[in-house]
């Protein structure tokens, strides 16, 4: 029998006559996306409603239908409270998302229109509250008048948590924690000062090691502040602790124990530039290798859409604050 001989056609690529799966877009309506997503934040539909000043079974009954319209079970309502499914953390994402892109778009078209406008959240450590008051606030309402601002200042920890839950547009943070979730829009490296009344024999040094402030009273800051992480990841940090003459929940009150000749505190230079400038204060650079290079941080959540009042705003802080090697003073403060 003879050899068959194969064409080139017979090897030729046929189109796969199988039937692909077909996409559907999904339609869901805003309002029960943002009522679900309003409970998933709070943690209950109480809570929700209370917030949203509307009745909770009014509440329910927009969960209940979106749960029949997507075909899943998004929440489960138990003794202890409510507890949220796979279907429910991606769902209140997805609602999230979307109400990050609605925001980002309206504020975008009123760019477009020629207006930067929108309210920017900020949360800030404390320390830098004078350097943001000051080199912010004013050049952005002569340059922005349409953005409105809202400040909060918390500790490290509530900061960052805050960032990743959408709780505000960006954050400042002195020695914060490393986190992949967060984006880095800005950063600058300071040395952690002794901050020193005139007359004290410290104030006449050019830098010191945290070993020579030991003689000296100090006021130290609570650990939810990121100054009191990194003394403690410093060289004689026990003994800075227990020698401590104060202990502070507010820079505000470690810096007036400074002014009032009481002892020493440990702060950037930034967080007291205008006591510097008028000599109340004098800040000693430390050497000390965790102390001599500290970063200072200006963070949003990784993925965030960033507005262009967000855009503005985080251009203003770059250019203007002492944190991030800047400053501006306005012809009345010089």
């Known amino acids: 029998m003879p050899k068959q001989q194969h064409m080139w056609s017979d090897y030729a690529i046929r189109p796969n006559t199988r039937q692909q799966p077909q996409v559907t877009t999904m339609k869901i309506d805003d309002k029960p996306l943002?009522?679900?997503?309003?409970?998933?934040?709070?943690?209950?539909?109480?809570?929700?409603?209370?917030?949203?000043r509307i009745a909770?079974?009014?509440?329910?009954?927009?969960?209940?239908?979106?749960?029949?319209?997507?075909?899943?079970?998004?929440?489960?309502?138990?003794?202890?409270?409510?507890?949220?499914?796979?279907?429910?953390?991606?769902?209140?994402?997805?609602?999230r998302r979307r109400i990050e892109l609605d925001e980002a778009f309206a504020v975008d078209l009123a760019a477009a229109r020629g207006a930067i406008a929108g309210t920017v959240r900020i949360a800030t450590g404390e320390g830098f509250v004078v350097d943001l008051v000051n080199h912010v606030v004013r050049p952005l309402r002569d340059e922005f008048p349409d953005i409105r601002l809202e400040i909060d200042v918390a500790g490290t920890e509530k900061i960052?948590?805050?960032?990743?839950?959408?709780?505000?547009?960006?954050?400042?943070?002195?020695?914060?924690?490393?986190?992949?979730?967060?984006?880095?829009?800005?950063?600058?490296?300071?040395?952690?000062?002794?901050?020193?009344?005139?007359?004290?024999?410290?104030?006449?040094?050019?830098?010191?090691?945290?070993?020579?402030?030991?003689?000296?009273?100090?006021?130290?800051?609570?650990?939810?502040?990121?100054?009191?992480?990194?003394?403690?990841?410093?060289?004689?940090?026990?003994?800075?602790?227990?020698?401590?003459?104060?202990?502070?929940?507010?820079?505000?009150?470690?810096?007036?124990?400074?002014?009032?000749?009481?002892?020493?505190?440990?702060?950037?230079?930034?967080?007291?530039?205008?006591?510097?400038?008028?000599?109340?204060?004098?800040?000693?650079?430390?050497?000390d290798p965790f102390l001599a290079r500290v970063p200072s941080h200006l963070l949003v959540r990784k993925g965030r859409p960033k507005t262009a009042a967000v855009r503005a705003v985080t251009g203003i802080i770059r250019d203007r604050m002492e944190a991030f090697g800047s400053a501006w003073y306005p012809e009345e403060h010089d």
Request: glycine fraction near 6%; include cysteine; hydrophobic fraction near 45%.
């Open 160 to 287: 960052t948590h805050g960032i990743l839950r959408d709780d505000y547009d960006m954050g400042l943070v002195f020695n914060p924690p490393r986190n992949p979730d967060l984006e880095l829009l800005a950063e600058d490296h300071t040395p952690l000062c002794a901050l020193v009344p005139p007359e004290f024999d410290l104030a006449k040094k050019q830098s010191c090691t945290l070993s020579e402030t030991l003689n000296y009273p100090a006021a130290l800051l609570n650990p939810h502040f990121g100054v009191a992480k990194l003394l403690a990841n410093a060289g004689q940090a026990n003994e800075v602790t227990r020698d401590a003459f104060l202990t502070a929940d507010s820079i505000n009150v470690a810096v007036h124990f400074v002014l009032s000749g009481g002892g020493i505190t440990f702060l950037p230079a930034f967080a007291v530039s205008r006591q510097l400038r008028r000599g109340e204060v004098v800040a000693v650079p430390m050497t």
């Open 34 to 52: 943002r009522y679900f997503l309003a409970v998933f934040e709070a943690g209950s539909i109480r809570t929700a409603a209370e917030n949203l």
């Open 56 to 95: 909770p079974s009014a509440i329910s009954r927009q969960i209940t239908g979106l749960e029949a319209h997507l075909n899943t079970l998004l929440m489960e309502r138990t003794k202890r409270g409510i507890i949220f499914t796979e279907s429910g953390h991606m769902v209140a994402a997805h609602a």
